[in-house]
T-cell receptor
Framework: DAKTTQPPSMDCAEGRAANLPCNHSTISGNEYVYWYRQIHSQGPQYIIHGLKNNETNEMASLIITEDRKSSTLILPHATLRDTAVYYCIVRPNYGGATNKLIFGTGTLLAVQP | DTEVTQTPKHLVMGMTNKKSLKCEQHMGHRAMYWYKQKAKKPPELMFVYSYEKLSINESVPSRFSPECPNSSLLNLHLHALQPEDSALYLC?????????????FGPGTRLLVL
């Protein structure tokens, strides 16, 4: 599985956009980029995923560079409730339940009032 | 309903006890997972069930025994645990659909082994 590198922590002011980077320089052609977050003492929550095009949903936007070696998760208007550990995960998608989510150490995003 | 439920929320057990963790989902997912998360560490996969059959065991000690009695339920039976097994145990489920597979997690069971 491709590995990811994320900064251990980031701060963001409430109401501003939070941009969380992720490096995945060894990603291969069939591997998707997934983002999950884990609010303290809760289970991980799915945010978004993509292969090579930029993606947007009601929670966030995912920007993947053209060479696919890095990506950025954007929370457009961060709130205090977005304070969490954000995990960037690269995983193959052959289909079927045998695909594994291998969590890295993630980025602790602290949204400041 | 996009919820995965886990019971109990908290569990304290001695090293000679036998206990079980329960996970339930009603999203029609046919894949279910157990993860273990130690404090300040990321979740680590333990087991994967696909269509009620065990498909992955990540070399987990036999004192952890998973069971999938039907497509909605997943149990983790615990016996003769050690204090270092204290952790948050997370259950997840997912569809098996083409090339897309998103896992949905429960809130976890926080286990303390004395």
């Amino acid at each position: 599985d491709a590995k990811t590198t994320q900064p251990p922590s980031m701060d963001c002011a409430e109401g501003r956009a939070a941009n969380l980077p992720c490096n995945h320089s060894t990603i291969s052609g069939n591997e998707y980029v997934y983002w999950y977050r884990q609010i303290h003492s809760q289970g991980p929550q799915y945010i978004i995923h993509g292969l090579k095009n930029n993606e947007t949903n009601e929670m966030a936007s995912l920007i993947i560079t053209e060479d696919r070696k890095s990506s950025t998760l954007i929370l457009p208007h961060a709130t205090l409730r977005d304070t969490a550990v954000y995990y960037c995960i690269v995983r193959p998608n052959y289909g079927g339940a045998t695909n594994k989510l291998i969590f890295g150490t993630g980025t602790l995003l602290a949204v400041q009032p | 309903d996009t919820e995965v439920t886990q019971t109990p929320k908290h569990l304290v057990m001695g090293m000679t006890n036998k206990k079980s963790l329960k996970c339930e989902q009603h999203m029609g997912h046919r894949a279910m997972y157990w993860y273990k998360q130690k404090a300040k560490k990321p979740p680590e996969l333990m087991f994967v069930y696909s269509y009620e059959k065990l498909s992955i065991n990540e070399s987990v000690p036999s004192r952890f025994s998973p069971e999938c009695p039907n497509s909605s339920l997943l149990n983790l039976h615990l016996h003769a645990l050690q204090p270092e097994d204290s952790a948050l145990y997370l259950c997840a489920s997912s569809h098996i659909q083409g090339l897309q597979e998103t896992q949905y997690f429960g809130p976890g069971t926080r286990l303390l082994v004395l």
